[in-house]
């Protein structure tokens, strides 16, 4: 008797690189890269410009206020449209949400690397952030929704985290590199090829999943328009402290109008069919006080990086790329902590690392607090901030579980969208306060007389960072009032 063809080929075993298990391996592997990376590149972009401004000022004649909104046009945009952002990825389906926030970010870095003024850049920094909340919230859904096994999404999640941070932290790093060796335009430049890349990959590898029936013919428009204008007004607000007084109607005014375009929408909500935010979802203890865990411990965080370069330069008196490449530390210390967080929170659940995390920053805040005008990186720097971004490592994961566990698949991309902008408005509100707070510190020495003015300047981050240490007390104090059971790991309802 002969043997027919199909049995002399090997079978499709679970390992072959043909069988199902491994096509399905492979495409949610693709997934967490694809989501990892568009996170890595939007959270650059909110410091990559910093470190390369000197040199847009020169080349562009930009005036002070034109710098300032160079980076402030980004981070509007992307904090007052992150929550509506995260709700389109549950109407039209996060594929179709990834790809259009994927294509206006890599399409917006182009036409700002082209700029040759500072009203086109600043417009395309704006849409930047425009491309970059809508893409943000879907990252984060694609993840959630890609790996629905409790240890396979807390993992997904621990290298989405790991990546987040160290985005941020990378941002010196990169920026000042790219400006040194190959000019001012290529911190914009290097988004388009990775952008491109990015969206090759997504049509091969994402699928193409569903919105929710109805897609945008659902949508909360009154809610839409009052939650993104109050948003985008509390943001303008704060960043306005940058060069008005907190007492100047140019700060207040924006303020006053989001407190007040906020009310108008939670009341929208209360009466819609459709709410953009169901306040029901804000009836949960462990959602609600891990997005304030999260603000707060972003409000420090955010803030360090900012005083930590400006002690670098200003005070230590390093190059752009040595100021960049002193956070490399800081980044390591980040994925480490991630990576522990990772392995361990399905054993502990999320609220011990919150509190060793959150403790461990706050520690390392007070030491780092202490630093001295004639220190150095290594005697007065690298302790205390090794351990801050560890601190910050360990609990930023946990934090996003918490936020995100137990939401129906519908709302996903709402919970990412909220845990984003819960981030993103604590990170405005923290440099506002600790620049406000360093300002009027280093001035106050400076009129007193008897200081120089690096040890003034120094007086005063000193200061900030011990409002930062308050911050990261009180975040402390929230991950205590989270319920300690383990349901609340990873995968169980909230």
Excluded at 218 to 231: C, F, W
Excluded at 295 to 324: D, N
């Amino acid at each position: 008797m002969g043997t027919s063809p199909s049995a002399l080929r090997p079978s499709a075993g679970p390992g072959h690189p043909s069988s199902p298990t491994a096509g399905r391996r492979l495409s949610t592997t693709a997934v967490l890269v694809i989501a990892c990376a568009a996170q890595f590149m939007v959270v650059l972009d909110v410091s990559i410009v910093n470190v390369a401004l000197p040199a847009m000022r020169a080349d562009l004649h930009l005036t002070p206020a034109g710098q300032q909104w160079i980076v402030n046009a980004y981070t509007l945009g992307f904090a007052g449209l992150l929550l509506l952002g995260g709700r389109v990825a549950d109407l039209v389906g996060a594929r179709r949400a990834f790809l259009t926030g994927l294509g206006v970010f890599t399409l917006a870095s182009l036409v700002g690397g082209l700029a040759d003024g500072a009203g086109p850049l600043i417009a395309a920094r704006a849409a930047q952030g425009v491309g970059g909340a809508v893409l943000a919230p879907a990252t984060l859904t694609l993840i959630m929704t890609t790996f629905t096994e409790p240890r396979a999404r807390t993992r997904a999640m621990g290298a989405w985290s790991a990546v987040m941070a160290a985005g941020g932290a990378a941002g010196a790093v990169v920026g000042g590199v790219l400006t040194e060796y190959a000019g001012w335009r290529w911190v914009l430049f290097v988004n388009v090829p990775v952008g491109l890349a990015l969206f090759v990959a997504s049509l091969r590898y994402v699928p193409a999943g569903s919105g929710g029936r109805g897609g945008l013919r659902r949508m909360d428009l009154p809610g839409a328009v009052t939650v993104t204008a109050g948003l985008t007004a509390l943001v303008y607000g704060i960043i306005s402290t940058e060069s008005h007084g907190w007492g100047s109607p140019t700060v207040w005014g924006p303020l006053v109008a989001a407190a007040a375009l906020l009310a108008l929408f939670t009341l929208i909500e209360s009466k819609v069919a459709h709410p953009l935010v169901p306040l029901r979802i804000l009836r949960r203890r462990t959602l609600v006080t891990a997005n304030v865990v999260t603000m707060l411990a972003g409000a420090a965080m955010f803030a360090m990086w900012f005083v930590l370069s400006l002690y670098f330069q200003q005070v230590l008196g390093y190059s752009a790329v040595r100021a960049g490449l002193a956070f490399v530390a800081g980044s390591v210390a980040i994925i480490a902590g991630s990576q522990i967080a990772t392995r361990t929170i399905t054993r502990t659940g999320p609220r011990p690392l919150l509190v060793a995390g959150t403790l461990t920053s706050t520690v390392g805040f007070l030491w780092l607090s202490r630093f001295d005008a004639h220190g150095g990186y290594l005697t007065d720097v690298l302790g205390p901030f090794v351990l801050c971004t560890l601190g910050m490592g360990l609990s930023m994961m946990p934090a996003t579980v918490t936020a995100t566990s137990g939401v129906p698949r519908e709302e996903a991309g709402l919970a990412s969208g909220l845990a984003n902008t819960f981030r993103q408005v604590g990170g405005a509100v923290g440099l506002a306060v600790l620049a406000t707070v360093a300002s009027h510190t280093t001035a106050t020495r400076l009129a007193a007389g008897g200081a120089s003015v690096p040890e003034a300047l120094t007086a005063g981050f000193g200061r900030a960072l011990m409002v930062g240490a308050l911050f990261t007390g009180c975040a402390l104090l929230g991950a205590l009032a989270l319920p300690s059971r383990r349901a609340d790991a990873p995968g169980s309802p909230s």
